[in-house]
């Protein structure tokens, strides 16, 4: 792939056909891709049963009096947590907006959605220095030098420019849908039986 073909700042689009259960369904923001290997987050796959809040409690960052602190307003501490993808599971990623920028340690993918991998981004959410918006995910999904670009030319996935409302606004399973919208596809029309183009 050239330069002009790399797809940072793109959502990648799972296609029913994908045949890897870690990715039924999945929508996947480009945060790195090269000659050398991709990189994304997977965006619409929420952790059941935990919350930012719980997250920041275990990890001894917000208090438990702290819970209803005017530093993490309310609609912050319920944000879901995702699983980002299967690579370093145990690892933070936080996507957010370019307003937050953290010298040698934040990813300007496009000039305005960045990647953050350190604890410094959750200490500045919990005292109110964080991005406008945000969202965290454990893993990431990753692949080697021509493993994405294999899955592209045997359909598993569609591709589209990110779209910041479904990054950010949308709630999650709604994201997958309206990816497929934005490229002029009914979702109800996917199946698995699709097939080259």
């Given at each position: 792939?050239?330069?002009?073909?790399?797809?940072?700042?793109?959502?990648?689009?799972?296609?029913?056909?994908?045949?890897?259960?870690?990715?039924?369904?999945?929508?996947?923001?480009?945060?790195?891709?090269?000659d050398?290997?991709?990189?994304?987050?997977?965006?619409?796959?929420?952790?059941?049963?935990?919350?930012?809040?719980?997250?920041?409690?275990?990890?001894?960052?917000?208090?438990?009096?702290?819970?209803?602190?005017?530093?993490?307003?309310?609609?912050?501490?319920?944000?879901?947590?995702?699983?980002?993808g299967?690579?370093?599971?145990?690892r933070?990623?936080?996507?957010?907006?370019?307003?937050?920028?953290?010298?040698?340690?934040?990813?300007?993918?496009?000039?305005?959605?960045?990647?953050?991998?350190?604890?410094?981004?959750?200490?500045?959410?919990?005292?109110?220095?964080?991005?406008?918006?945000?969202?965290?995910?454990?893993?990431?999904?990753?692949?080697?030098?021509?493993?994405?670009?294999?899955?592209?030319?045997?359909?598993?996935?569609?591709?589209?420019?990110?779209?910041?409302?479904i990054?950010?606004?949308l709630?999650?399973?709604?994201?997958?849908?309206?990816?497929?919208?934005?490229?002029?596809?009914?979702?109800?029309?996917?199946?698995?039986?699709?097939?080259?183009?």
């Amino acid at each position: 792939m050239d330069g002009q073909d790399y797809l940072n700042a793109h959502f990648l689009i799972a296609m029913p056909a994908i045949g890897d259960p870690r990715f039924e369904r999945t929508l996947i923001y480009m945060c790195a891709h090269t000659d050398e290997g991709a990189m994304g987050i997977v965006v619409n796959k929420p952790i059941e049963d935990m919350m930012l809040g719980d997250l920041l409690h275990r990890l001894g960052l917000l208090p438990p009096e702290e819970t209803n602190s005017i530093h993490l307003p309310h609609e912050v501490y319920r944000q879901p947590v995702f699983t980002g993808g299967p690579v370093e599971p145990g690892r933070g990623f936080v996507l957010h907006t370019i307003d937050y920028l953290l010298e040698d340690g934040t990813l300007d993918v496009d000039g305005r959605v960045g990647l953050t991998a350190s604890l410094d981004i959750l200490h500045d959410l919990v005292r109110g220095r964080g991005p406008a918006r945000m969202l965290l995910a454990l893993g990431y999904a990753g692949w080697a030098a021509g493993q994405l670009e294999a899955e592209l030319a045997d359909n598993a996935w569609l591709t589209c420019p990110a779209d910041m409302e479904i990054l950010f606004d949308l709630p999650p399973e709604e994201r997958y849908a309206a990816a497929l919208r934005k490229i002029g596809i009914d979702p109800g029309s996917l199946s698995a039986a699709s097939g080259h183009a």
